[in-house]
């Protein structure tokens, strides 16, 4: 079974539509990670957990909220969709005792806003 | 504030060829480096690391080694197959304990 899971893994919405997309892991981390990927911008940082009672914002954060209802749960919301949200969303995860701190992706969420 | 920079995709081998992707950093202090891999329809998954100055990150046949006098993580090997055609991330590991990617870079080996 995958560490980290994200539901939907696809998903099509219409604009203004509030959209939720989960993560959840069982490695066991404290820290948890939103990012999103799109052509030619690599991956940047939308939110970040360091543990449940700990939320910061990335890079770019406006249009995006949070929850982290558990060690193992991350969810990222769309308050309102706008078609230019369309993009591949990654959850991580990764453990504050690590040395390296290495991030353990998950499987991603594709999500099209029209 | 931090950055990283990779040379622009895609890059277009043939198998057995060497491979070079370039990537340089911005960051204050010290940063650790990563080199992140992702298939096509996948995450990413971490393909090598390396934290201080002068250490080689391998795994896979692929290496890459923290030169901070030019604030470089170029990655290399020496002989590419067709299943390592995947997008290549180089990152960086900054104060705060998050990664900085750079845009990524597409490889294509061809048989």
């Known amino acids: 079974d995958a560490d980290v899971t994200q539901t939907p893994r696809n998903r099509i919405t219409k604009t203004g539509k509030r959209i939720m997309l989960e993560c959840s892991q069982t490695?066991?981390?404290?820290?948890m990670y939103w990012y999103r990927q799109d052509p030619g911008l690599g991956l940047r940082l939308i939110y970040y957990?360091?543990?449940?009672?700990?939320?910061n914002k990335g890079e770019i954060s406006d249009g995006y909220s949070v929850s982290r209802q558990a060690q193992a749960k991350f969810s990222l919301s769309l308050e309102s969709a706008i078609p230019n949200q369309t993009a591949l969303y990654f959850c991580a995860t990764s453990d504050a005792q690590g040395a390296y701190n290495e991030q353990f992706f998950g499987p991603g969420t594709r999500l099209t806003v029209l | 504030g931090d950055s990283v920079t990779q040379m622009e995709g895609p890059v277009t081998l043939s198998e057995e060829a060497f491979l070079t992707i370039n990537c340089t950093y911005t960051?204050?202090?010290?940063?650790?480096l990563f080199w992140y891999v992702q298939y096509p329809g996948e995450g990413l998954q971490l393909l090598l690391k390396a934290t201080k100055a002068d250490d080689k990150g391998s795994n896979k046949g692929f290496e890459a080694t923290y030169r901070k006098e030019t604030t470089s993580f170029h990655l290399e090997k020496g002989s590419v197959q067709v299943s390592d055609s995947a997008v290549y991330f180089c990152?960086?590991?900054?104060?705060?304990?998050?990664?900085?990617f750079g845009k990524g870079t597409m490889l294509l080996v061809s048989p």
């Open positions: 960051a204050t202090g010290y940063p650790s």
């Open positions: 957990s360091f543990d449940v009672k700990d939320i």
């Open positions: 490695k066991g981390h404290d820290r």
């Open positions: 990152a960086l590991r900054g104060g705060y304990s998050t990664l900085t």
